[in-house]
Structures are given as structure tokens and as C-alpha cells.
């Protein structure tokens, strides 16, 4: 007759499989979701630094092109001070 001792040492190692399962499969759910939250993460980073390189990019072509449309008058300018200046001081 088994007792209730020899029933537990028995059924130990099963109990301690199906734990060891248990406890697998969540890690790997844990896992799974760690994973994809990294994935998500990553994707919207990727993103985020497309838009940044696009307005950077954005950002220099409106500084070239406001540097040479200021240069262009800001010259003429120079220029007439310049010949106004020679003809008062009569040089």
C-alpha cells in the first residue's frame, strides 16, 4: 500500500516538470514581449531620426538659400556706402 509519503516523493518530479513548464513558458512570454516592445521602440527611433536627417537637411538648404539672397543685397549695399563715402570725402 503506497502511502501519502511515497505518493508525494512520486509525483515530486513530476510537480517540479510541470512548474519548470510553467515557469518556461512565461519567461518566454516575458521574452516575447520584451522583443517586441524592443522592436517598437526601435522602429519608432528609426523614424524619429529619418524626420530629424529630413529637417536638418530642410534647415541647410534654408540657410544656404537665405545667406545668398541677404549676400546679394547686403553687397549692393556695401558697394553704394562705399562709393557714397569716396564721393564725401572726396576720394
Not at 12 to 23: D, R, Y
Not at 24 to 33: E, H, M
Amino acid at each position: 500500500m503506497l502511502t501519502l509519503k511515497t505518493k508525494s516523493r512520486e509525483l515530486a518530479p513530476v510537480l517540479t516538470t510541470c512548474g519548470n513548464m510553467i515557469e518556461s513558458g512565461r519567461l518566454t512570454k516575458a521574452r516575447d514581449q520584451i522583443a517586441e516592445q524592443l522592436r517598437r521602440k526601435t522602429l519608432e527611433l528609426s523614424q524619429a531620426n529619418l524626420k530629424l536627417r529630413h529637417s536638418n537637411k530642410m534647415k541647410d538648404q534654408f540657410l544656404a538659400s537665405m545667406s545668398h539672397e541677404l549676400r546679394t543685397p547686403l553687397a549692393g549695399i556695401l558697394n553704394l556706402s562705399e562709393a557714397l563715402m569716396e564721393k564725401s570725402t572726396g576720394h
